[in-house]
């Protein structure tokens, strides 16, 4: 009895060795393999889906399921950035964003408290997940792991759809959240319209791109599947941004090994089913041409998130020079009247706009940066495309996701798992930027070059 209870006693210690073991382990291999941190942040991506991004430790401080994740990210991309020599390229814009929201951030910690740090909680996760992968050399190999990366987590989101479609419309009440929906946006609607857009990028890579990845067979065989979803969870700027990646896909010259014909019935088959599916089935809710007619009037979600632009807009541009420049900070108050339905409603939830939220928090310069640094990788992926090699088909690929990803922002904020493709776009954009300056020390005369 005496060894047992030296052993319980002792329990709390060995858990405690073992996850500092666990913590030195991650930080050792994510500091030096691509694909181990792309990996944890996808694992990651899906535990926060399955457990609703709520709370999973509460005592004195709050945790979610995502925060010592990217508290590991954050700390290796940090290492990374000031001491890895096999960094690509430091984008100047990108650091620029990044100090503006440090800045920021410490300024709401100081004045405002723990708040800070729970308001810049998605734009930081963004950050980490972004600034980890672009630190690493990124090639048609990597984007191919990430290609992998997004069918694996996108057939475990097919699979958690399905389950939580199964539990509601059996229904098995013992297995219902809290409140009996998982959504209350609609009963349908059963993850998140970022869980939603994730699946419509991995019907555009089977679609198009198949090809580039040893994935394509999963991606293929799914793609019937991941469309049949996209529509029945009804999220709306889903199906816009996934109508914007496959005009652009038809724009690229060497978008996929479809000919144009095909890409166009492509095109015809997903408006059809869109449209035809939600406009016909009654029990898909109300259908698109309703959904048209309120926008029009000026009702519904439409007008109700444009009104809150406009007051976000507002407060932010009332609240001072410092907030103009530089940003709001975090922590403060972010409640504001907008107009729903009719009525004056008081909200607190973001601005449903991830290019206003993101000029509120971090201002003219940290938009700016975040321009610069955008501009910079799309010229970067499109030099990239001129080398006509594997390299060339992954830059298209990342150029159409991040348009539907453009699409997607200007009615959700900011997610990490689509920073994923924009730190993995800077990266490879880089080989754009050194061919760019090896063809110019080319075509200086002989007695220039050094």
Same mark, same amino acid.
């Given at each position: 009895?005496?060894?047992?209870?030296?052993?319980?006693?002792?329990?709390?210690? +060995?858990?405690?060795?073992? %996850?500092?073991?666990?913590?030195?382990?991650?930080?050792?291999?994510? =500091? @030096?393999?691509?694909?181990?941190?792309?990996?944890?942040?996808?694992?990651?991506?899906?535990?926060?889906?399955?457990?609703?991004?709520?709370?999973?430790?509460?005592?004195?401080?709050?945790?979610?399921?995502?925060? +010592?994740?990217?508290?590991?990210?954050?700390?290796?991309?940090?290492?990374?950035?000031?001491?890895?020599?096999? *960094?690509?390229?430091?984008?100047?814009?990108?650091?620029?964003?990044?100090? /503006?929201?440090?800045?920021?951030?410490?300024?709401?910690?100081?004045?405002?408290?723990?708040?800070?740090?729970?308001?810049? @909680?998605?734009?930081?996760?963004?950050?980490?997940?972004?600034?980890?992968?672009?630190?690493?050399?990124?090639?048609?190999?990597?984007?191919?792991?990430?290609?992998?990366?997004?069918?694996?987590?996108?057939?475990?989101? $097919?699979? %958690?759809?399905?389950?939580?479609?199964?539990?509601?419309?059996?229904?098995?009440?013992?297995?219902?959240?809290?409140?009996? /929906?998982?959504?209350?946006?609609?009963?349908?609607?059963?993850? =998140?319209?970022? =869980?939603?857009? &994730?699946?419509?990028?991995?019907?555009?890579?089977?679609?198009?791109?198949?090809? $580039?990845?040893?994935?394509?067979?999963?991606?293929?065989?799914?793609?019937?599947?991941?469309?049949?979803?996209?529509?029945? &969870?009804?999220?709306?700027?889903?199906?816009?941004?996934?109508?914007?990646?496959?005009?652009?896909?038809?724009?690229?010259?060497?978008?996929?090994?479809?000919?144009?014909?095909?890409?166009?019935?492509?095109?015809?088959?997903?408006?059809? $089913?869109?449209?035809?599916?939600?406009?016909?089935?009654?029990?898909?809710?109300?259908?698109?041409?309703?959904?048209?007619?309120?926008?029009?009037?000026?009702?519904?979600?439409?007008?109700?998130?444009?009104?809150?632009? @406009?007051?976000? $807009?507002?407060?932010?541009?009332?609240?001072?020079?410092?907030?103009?420049? &530089?940003?709001?900070?975090?922590?403060?108050?972010?409640?504001?009247?907008?107009?729903?339905?009719?009525?004056?409603?008081?909200?607190? *939830?973001?601005?449903?706009?991830?290019?206003?939220?993101?000029?509120?928090?971090?201002?003219?310069?940290?938009?700016?940066?975040?321009?610069?640094?955008?501009?910079?990788?799309?010229?970067?992926?499109?030099? +990239?495309?001129?080398?006509?090699?594997?390299?060339?088909?992954?830059?298209?690929? &990342?150029?159409?996701?991040?348009?539907?990803?453009?699409?997607?922002?200007?009615?959700?904020?900011?997610?990490?798992?689509?920073?994923?493709? %924009?730190? +993995?776009?800077?990266?490879?954009?880089?080989?754009?930027? =050194?061919?760019?300056?090896?063809?110019?020390?080319?075509?200086?005369?002989?007695?220039?070059?050094?």
């Amino acid at each position: 009895m005496q060894a047992l209870f030296w052993l319980l006693q002792a329990v709390p210690y +060995v858990l405690a060795f073992l %996850l500092a073991v666990l913590i030195i382990v991650i930080l050792q291999v994510g =500091s @030096r393999r691509f694909g181990f941190g792309l990996g944890l942040i996808a694992v990651t991506a899906w535990l926060d889906t399955a457990t609703q991004s709520a709370p999973i430790f509460q005592a004195g401080v709050v945790l979610y399921v995502a925060d +010592v994740p990217f508290i590991l990210i954050g700390l290796i991309a940090a290492w990374r950035w000031v001491a890895a020599r096999d *960094f690509p390229w430091r984008q100047p814009g990108w650091a620029l964003y990044v100090g /503006v929201f440090l800045f920021n951030l410490a300024w709401g910690l100081a004045t405002q408290g723990t708040s800070a740090g729970v308001q810049a @909680r998605g734009d930081y996760y963004a950050i980490a997940s972004a600034s980890y992968l672009m630190s690493f050399p990124v090639g048609a190999r990597e984007v191919r792991l990430v290609v992998r990366a997004f069918l694996l987590l996108g057939a475990g989101l $097919l699979a %958690l759809v399905t389950y939580r479609w199964v539990v509601y419309y059996t229904p098995i009440t013992e297995l219902l959240p809290p409140g009996g /929906v998982y959504n209350i946006d609609g009963a349908i609607r059963v993850v =998140s319209s970022a =869980s939603a857009l &994730l699946l419509a990028q991995c019907l555009l890579m089977g679609v198009y791109f198949g090809g $580039l990845s040893g994935a394509a067979v999963g991606l293929r065989l799914l793609a019937p599947i991941f469309l049949a979803y996209v529509v029945a &969870l009804q999220h709306r700027s889903v199906w816009l941004a996934s109508l914007v990646g496959v005009v652009v896909s038809m724009l690229l010259a060497r978008a996929g090994n479809l000919r144009l014909w095909q890409q166009v019935a492509a095109v015809i088959t997903l408006g059809a $089913l869109v449209v035809g599916g939600v406009t016909f089935s009654g029990s898909l809710g109300e259908g698109v041409a309703n959904s048209a007619g309120q926008a029009v009037s000026g009702q519904g979600t439409v007008a109700a998130r444009f009104d809150n632009w @406009r007051v976000t $807009l507002t407060d932010w541009k009332n609240d001072g020079l410092k907030a103009v420049v &530089l940003g709001k900070g975090y922590g403060g108050d972010v409640s504001r009247i907008v107009n729903s339905g009719g009525r004056q409603t008081r909200i607190t *939830f973001g601005a449903h706009n991830n290019y206003v939220s993101q000029l509120v928090a971090v201002g003219l310069v940290g938009f700016a940066a975040q321009l610069w640094a955008l501009a910079s990788t799309v010229g970067g992926l499109v030099t +990239v495309m001129r080398r006509r090699d594997d390299d060339a088909s992954a830059a298209t690929l &990342l150029l159409v996701l991040l348009a539907v990803q453009a699409a997607y922002y200007i009615a959700y904020a900011v997610e990490f798992t689509q920073s994923v493709l %924009l730190g +993995v776009a800077m990266s490879l954009a880089a080989l754009g930027r =050194s061919a760019q300056a090896s063809s110019q020390v080319e075509q200086r005369p002989a007695s220039l070059r050094v």
